[in-house]
Nanobody
C-alpha cells in the first residue's frame, strides 16, 4: 500500500521556522520525484517545492525562494521541507506528493500519490 505521511506542522510566530517531513512507503522511493504543495483557505492548491528522484534538481515557488529548503534522505525514504522566516501568508495545509516522472514536476497533474496534509499556521 502506497503511503505518504506528512508531519511537522504546527503553530509558529512570524519569523519562526518549521521542518516538515514526508515519509514514503509502498513504492520505490528512489524512482520518484517528491513535491510539496499547499492550500490556504479559499485558495487553490499551489506548488511550493519539488526534488527530483536523483537529487539533481529542485524547484521552489518564487514566494518561498530563499526561505524554504527541500532535501531528501533516501535511506529513510523521507523528504524534508525546512521552512524559515515564516510569514502569515505561508499559513496553509501542506501536502507532499510523489511523481513517477522522476524529474522536477511543478504541476499537480504530474503527481501519482498524495499525502493527507499537515496544517501550518503562522501568526502575526
Amino acid at each position: 500500500e502506497v503511503q505518504l505521511v506528512e508531519s511537522g506542522g504546527g503553530l509558529v510566530q512570524a519569523g519562526g521556522s518549521l521542518r516538515l517531513s514526508c515519509a514514503a512507503s509502498g513504492f520505490t522511493f528512489d524512482d520518484y520525484a517528491i513535491g510539496w504543495f499547499r492550500q490556504a483557505p479559499g485558495k487553490e492548491r499551489e506548488g511550493v517545492s519539488c526534488i527530483s528522484s536523483s537529487d539533481e534538481g529542485t524547484y521552489y515557488a518564487d514566494s518561498v525562494k530563499g526561505r524554504f529548503t527541500i532535501s531528501s534522505d533516501n535511506a529513510k525514504n523521507t523528504v524534508y521541507l525546512q521552512m524559515n522566516s515564516l510569514k502569515p501568508e505561508d499559513t496553509a495545509v501542506y501536502y507532499c506528493a510523489a511523481s513517477r516522472h522522476r524529474v522536477v514536476v511543478t504541476t499537480e497533474l504530474g503527481y501519482d500519490y498524495w499525502g493527507q496534509g499537515t496544517q501550518v499556521t503562522v501568526s502575526s
